[in-house]
Structures are given as C-alpha cells and as structure tokens.
C-alpha cells in the first residue's frame, strides 16, 4: 500500500491506497480539505462558517459544501431527538474552548465571560433547498461532522483510482474493495501507547468519540469538548471512549458521539437496535462490545 499523509482540519490525514499516486491525483484531495477548512473552521473569522455565525435571524445564501454539511448534521439532530447538536457554540466557548484544541489541550485557563445565552433547546436552523438559503436560530460549531463529510468525499474520489482507506484524526473511511479486513487498534484512553482492545472493518467506516483527548481546566475544573445538550455543559457520560462504525465516515461520527453522550445504559441500548459493531471504554476500563 502506497501512504500519503498531509496536515489538514488540526490533525493528520492519511491515505493509504494500492496505487502509487501523482500530484495531478492528490491535488483535488488537497483542495477538498482547504475548502472545507476555510468554509467551516469556527476559528477562522474569515470563514464562511464564522461569517454566519455573525447573522443570526438571517436569510444567507451558503456555499454548497457548507449547504451539505449543514444539512447532514440537521438530519442527524432530528434523528438522535436533537442529542446531537449543532447549536452548541455558545456553550463550548463558556467552557473555555475559543481556540484551536493544540493552543488550550492540557492547559488550566481563565473563565470566560460568559456568552449569552448560555445555551437554548431549540431547533439550531432553518434550511431552504431550493434556495440554499439557512437562518440560524443559535450559533452553530460543526467541526466533527465537518470531518466525517469530507472524510467520505475524499474516499470518494480515491474510490475511481483503486482501494484503500482514508484516515482523518481516527475517523476512518474504506474505499473500494479490500483484500482482507483491518484489524483497527483501540487506544486506552488513559494511556494511548497502549492498546485495550480492537475492531474489524472491511468497508464502510469507524470512528471514535472520547472525553479525554480535548481537555483543559478552567479555575481548577476539568472541561472537554463534548456538551450535553439538555445542560449546556460538558457532558457528565461514564463512557469514556465510544468507538462505533457505520456505513459513512460521517454517520460513525455522529452515532459515535451520541452514544457517549447517552450514557452507558442508553448507549448500549441504542447500539443493540442499530447493531453496529462498537466499543465502549468506561471511566474504570470496563470494556464492552457489541453488534458482533
């Protein structure tokens, strides 16, 4: 397998195909990750994510890469019963995330003054197809499902030349047909140079959510990136790490996420109606896996 890694969205991406590839090859998949970069980086204030973000209540045409990735990630707020949430903005910056994850990741922080309001239970936006219009109702942060979509459409483009996966900070995607299975290591969250357990997958994607890579404290309290949509904080979930596939690199973000934020009792529950294989890592290493 020929590898190609490159340095994209605040981690690395990596493709691993069987056919040596060329720059007239690599430059769309260049392209693709710079363009959804600057359409949805929220810490960008160029970005077209953070321009709309600065109209709430307004109509605003959107381009379509931001137009799809929008729509996806309201899709899924309607089927998880908005436990996925976009409109959570707001509440991540009251917990001190205002800055990309290698500027705050273990470091104990100010306060911020709070922004208002805090946090509210409503439906994050409107979209109009036809017009490829959206209004906010609340500001929106859609870094997570960002990465899966253009996870997907990279493994799109790579699908025409032969088989392979494309790996984005451990959201991975396979394209084309594999010879034999990978065999996905999952890291122990409290120590990654180890590895507690493992996952097989020989198309569709994996991805996995945890609460402890992205941590800072604030005034002594531990924060991470992940916020529980009925309070507005981050969430209290026992799970720690929740490693879920699916057949898209975007769906297997976005269930890998919900199932950490339901907790262990609804995640399981929800992971043995939909069967997907996964793991789920506890705050005491308990180990469970399911849909095998």
Known sequence: MYKYNFNSMSTMVQLSINQELFANDLMPIYKLF?????????????????????????????????????????????ETDGV?????????????????????KGRELT?????????????????????????????IDLGGIAKGWVVDRAADILSDIGYGFVNVGGDIRIFGSLPRHLNIGIEDPFD????LSSIQVSEGAVATSTSIKRR??????????????TTG???????ISSTVTAPTAVEADVLAKVV?????????????????????INEVKEIWRGGE
């Open 192 to 195: 990654t140079s180890k590895m």
């Open 111 to 139: 306060a911020p003054s709070p922004i208002a309001p805090v946090f509210t239970k409503i439906r994050p936006y409107q979209l109009d197809e036809a017009k490829q219009t959206v209004v906010l109702h609340t500001r």
């Open 34 to 78: 710079a363009t959804v970069e600057d359409t949805c980086s929220r810490f960008n204030e160029d970005s077209e994510l953070s321009k709309l973000n600065q109209q709430p209540g307004e109509e605003v045409e959107v381009s379509h890469p931001l137009f799809s990735i929008l729509k996806e990630a309201l899709r899924f707020y309607e």
């Open 84 to 104: 996925f949430n976009p409109g959570i903005l707001s509440a991540i910056e009251n917990s001190g995330y205002t800055k990309s994850i290698e500027l705050i």
């Open 233 to 239: 904080e981050p969430s209290a979930s026992t799970i």
């Open 260 to 280: 950490l934020l339901l907790g262990e009792e609804r995640g399981k529950a929800l992971l043995s109606v939909k069967k997907n294989p996964a793991v789920i």
């Open 216 to 229: 800072w404290t604030v005034n002594g309290s531990s924060k991470h990136h992940l916020i529980d949509a």
